[in-house]
């Protein structure tokens, strides 16, 4: 079916580096009309509420504007709304490509992706179809195999995971979370069978592997707030 009307598109950048070009490029192209700009995520929701908008491209990026959380509330709260996900640092596509996907991201593209990539991501999503470009394919797969440390794990279990791969002892662990030591064993113990460790130790040693991964991807202060979207992906 051939749409006459104009693609109606409001853009949660953030302070991205690429907010300009990307908003410019969008503009340049017949058929699109940038109705709104947001710098974060109230602002995306009252946009959305006076302009209503055909999809909404947004900065997933800790450092830039949202995280994986508030995508999926966006998601929620307008089924209709396609949603094209972006990172503005190549440091991060691994972790955020196959968590904006699972989250309800119709298309993702990357810092490395060319502008005419958004644009077809912008037309596609409208039409009601997926877009992911290959190269943003290729993190999705890598991200999905490291995720799959996470699959089994409750929430609780997968935040002791991650702070015991930061190095935390259970004494410091049980303070940051406000639980009891015996508690945290505990939880320490149901990953280990749940992982099919045979000791602690193989424990400790693949809870660092999997922080030293995140520190990799550009995330080498890994406070509380990463850590939460770390386990966007175990539910």
């Known amino acids: 079916m051939i749409r006459t009307e104009m693609v109606r598109v409001v853009v949660t950048q953030g302070y991205c580096f690429l907010r300009n070009a990307l908003i410019d490029r969008l503009e340049q192209e017949p058929g699109i009309k940038v109705c709104a700009v947001a710098s974060g995520i109230e602002e995306t929701q009252e946009l959305i509420e006076r302009y209503r908008p055909h999809v909404l491209v947004i900065n997933i990026s800790l450092k830039c504007s949202a995280g994986i959380s508030s995508l999926r509330k966006l998601k929620r709260n307008h089924s209709g709304l396609a949603i094209v996900a972006l990172s503005c640092d190549s440091e991060f596509e691994n972790l955020y490509a196959g968590q904006a996907l699972r989250a309800g991201a119709d298309g993702y593209i990357s810092s490395v992706d060319s502008l005419e990539n958004l644009v077809q991501a912008v037309q596609t999503t409208r039409e009601g179809d997926r877009y992911v470009s290959r190269r943003t394919e290729l993190h999705h797969r890598t991200s999905a195999e490291e995720e799959k440390v ?5 929430r609780r279990e ?3 995971y991650c ?14 979370m406000a639980i009891s030591v015996k508690t945290v064993e505990s939880y320490l113990e149901r990953i280990r069978a749940k992982m099919n460790l045979a000791t602690r130790a193989e424990l400790q040693y693949s809870a660092t592997s999997f922080m030293l991964s995140a520190a990799r991807r550009g995330m080498g202060e890994v406070d509380d707030l990463v850590v939460r979207e770390l386990l966007a992906a175990a539910g």
């Open 163 to 176: 702070l015991s791969g930061r190095g935390y002892v259970p004494k410091r662990i049980a303070e940051k």
């Open 150 to 154: 996470l699959v089994g794990l409750s």
């Open 158 to 160: 997968a935040e002791v």
